[in-house]
């Protein structure tokens, strides 16, 4: 029996209120200017893809069509844009650089409390190779959550390559070598040293992965990485110096990335972006083509932001207007103000949303008196409120 109420959401759903409402709108313009501002161009996946068998399965939201067909509210839109990309531009071969500010849907555990509607904002580039297009995205992750409000610094993102993690562990068998893989994604390096040292993992090669995995070497696996985040820095030097740190520890959840992957990480909200390269997804769809992106996890976000004492930029106050006995002298003013500029809200309004408010009552088409009892007009407010 399903004792929820039936005002509320359902389980992993929640109603966003206009305060975080209007916060979040400001966090995500200034991630869509940022992803322009470097040739991204913005598209939208439709919030239904077919559902599958594939390994992230058991992640998805998925129910039977009209038609009988199984389909899945879209758990990853990466993997929309490439199937979009297959299907939409096989006969294109430039680059593409797409971007997006959308929810995806993942199944949660019932009593795990987790949330199974996150909202994203991405960029991908496909048909970008080597380490120059590593270095662009690396960059444009790092400049997107500066100009969002939030500083990063060496620790925040963390850079590391599936391909030389798998690599160092490549003595052990598949089963085993996923579930060693499977707690560095948890953050245990010893569990997963250790699920090495039983399997019978030579203990040359153990050293080896030991001494990789917790940066006490800098041999040739982190060589690379230092590379490409030393061009990252001369894309976006960022406000902080030195930001980005190799961490070969660092292991996706999704199983498609084949190359260099990140993660941008905040001391009091977890995980805030990841991303990477996936050469070999596209070709699940049609031709094979180079690609590499990341998402920043909006809400999240929201809450490092929030850890930080960010607040958003102001906005210009609203203007409250009580009408006159004259309604035709009212809704003239009220054009008025609003030709001038203004945003003018005609009565009362209960939910603010943490905007300024100037209260204001309409003398006649052109005039209005405010609070204080100064008459003004709408030329004359304009100015001041833009002051």
Excluded at 24 to 35: C, D, N, P, R, W
Excluded at 100 to 113: H, N, Q, T
Excluded at 244 to 266: D, K, M, Q, R, S
């Amino acid at each position: 029996m399903n004792d929820q109420s039936p005002i509320g959401p359902p389980r992993g759903f929640r109603d966003v209120l206009p305060t975080e409402a209007r916060e979040l709108g400001v966090i995500e313009q200034a991630l869509s200017e940022t992803f322009a501002d470097s040739g991204f161009t913005p598209l939208y996946p439709p919030l239904l893809e077919y559902g599958s068998d594939d390994s992230v399965r058991r992640r998805r939201i998925q129910f039977l069509d009209s038609d009988g067909s199984l389909v899945a509210l879209r758990p990853d839109l990466t993997t929309s844009v490439a199937r979009l990309v297959a299907g939409r531009y096989r006969e294109m071969t430039g680059v593409l650089r797409l971007s997006y500010i959308a929810p995806v849907f993942r199944e949660e555990p019932a009593m795990s409390g987790g949330s199974r509607e996150i909202l994203q904002a991405g960029v991908e580039l496909v048909g970008g190779d080597g380490a120059l297009a590593d270095a662009e995205i690396l960059a444009l992750l790092g400049e997107s959550l500066e100009r969002a409000g939030l500083a990063v610094c060496e620790s925040t993102l963390q850079v590391g390559s599936i391909a030389l993690t798998g690599g160092l562990f490549a003595a052990l068998a598949g089963e085993v070598r996923v579930d060693v893989l499977h707690a560095l994604r948890q953050g245990d390096i010893a569990g997963a040293l250790n699920r090495a040292r039983g399997a019978g993992m030579p203990a040359d090669q153990l050293a080896r992965a030991a001494r990789a995995l917790t940066g006490v070497e800098s041999g040739p696996e982190a060589a690379e990485l230092c590379r490409v985040i030393e061009l990252a820095r001369e894309r976006w030097p960022g406000a902080v110096k030195g930001w980005g740190a190799p961490n070969l520890a660092v292991v996706p959840a999704l199983p498609y990335y084949t190359g260099i992957v990140f993660e941008a990480i905040h001391p009091d909200a977890g995980v805030i972006a990841s991303g990477g390269r996936y050469d070999l997804l596209i070709g699940a769809y049609g031709t094979p083509r180079p690609a590499i992106g990341f998402a920043i996890d909006v809400l999240q976000l929201h809450r490092a932001l929030f850890a930080e004492e960010w607040r958003p930029r102001l906005q210009r106050p609203l203007v409250v207007l009580r009408a006159s006995a004259d309604e035709r002298a009212t809704l003239r003013c009220t054009a008025s103000l609003r030709a001038g500029g203004l945003a003018v809200a005609l009565g009362d309004v209960a939910e603010r949303a943490g905007r300024a408010v100037i209260e204001a009552e309409v003398i006649d088409e052109c005039r209005v008196r405010l609070a204080d009892g100064r008459v003004t007009d709408a030329a004359t407010l304009g100015s001041e409120i833009g002051s």
